[in-house]
Nanobody, 123 residues
Framework: QVQLEDSGGGLVQTGGSLRLSCVYSGRAASRHSMAWWRQAPGKTREFVATISWRGGGTHYADSVKGRFAISRDNAQSTVYLQMDSLKPEDTAVYYC????????????????WGQGTQVTVSS
């Protein structure tokens, strides 16, 4: 089992930045790919970004490429999502996620979810 605790959401103006954090724990958590997903009101949950357990491989949704950056620190058991140039359409609940697939690219729902953190971008 992997436990995830995400945080860092808030209210920000268009063009602003936020950094989300997710602390992971549990059996072999550091050997899991980590990801961020989001769900806007009335919409299905969608993939945002993922990073391999070694930290060398990342993959992003087209809608956030060039604006968001995912990183991880296995020594601190934390994965981050740096979000820059935020837009109102980025408003959603953001979920930290983990999957045991070493080459996870977000094409399917992951094994584990955090509780979610709200991000609101005002226009």
């Amino acid at each position: 089992q992997v436990q995830l605790e995400d945080s860092g959401g808030g209210l920000v103006q268009t063009g602003g930045s936020l950094r989300l954090s997710c602390v992971y724990s549990g059996r072999a958590a550091s050997r899991h790919s980590m990801a961020w997903w989001r769900q806007a009101p009335g919409k299905t949950r969608e993939f945002v970004a993922t990073i391999s357990w070694r930290g060398g491989g990342t993959h992003y949704a087209d809608s956030v490429k060039g604006r968001f950056a995912i990183s991880r620190d296995n020594a601190q058991s934390t994965v981050y999502l740096q979000m820059d140039s935020l837009k109102p359409e980025d408003t959603a609940v953001y979920y930290c996620a983990a999957d045991g697939d070493e080459f996870y690219t977000g094409s399917f729902y992951p094994e584990y979810w955090g509780q979610g953190t709200q991000v609101t971008v005002s226009s």
